[in-house]
């Protein structure tokens, strides 16, 4: 049961895919830096992708700057009710 102070939670806006995809990829390509020295350039590339997303996802939680919280209530203040008692469909 949900006590009605309680905010719901709906995660973070960074997925985990964001973060591991590009980091799996950079190991892949690691290992093919054995066959040819240009694969370091995309391990690179995709390297910094993942520290941008692992980043990015720090930001928007509640452990970071909690930016996305800070996006949602900004949103939720703006909202502007011209007829609060009519509802059209």
């Not at 800070?70 to 502007?80: G, K, S, T, Y």
Request: with cysteine; hydrophobic share 50%.
């Amino acid at each position: 049961m949900k006590i009605a102070d309680e905010k719901p939670d709906y995660g973070n806006w960074v997925s985990r895919k964001f973060i591991f995809i590009p980091f799996v990829l950079c190991i892949v390509f690691c290992g093919l830096i054995l066959v040819h020295l240009y694969f370091s350039i995309l391990a690179i590339i995709l390297f910094v992708i993942s520290l941008y997303f692992t980043y990015s996802r720090y930001l928007f939680s509640p452990k970071g700057k909690d930016i996305q919280t800070q996006i949602r209530d900004l949103v939720v203040a703006n909202l502007v009710c011209v007829h609060p008692r009519k509802v059209t469909f």
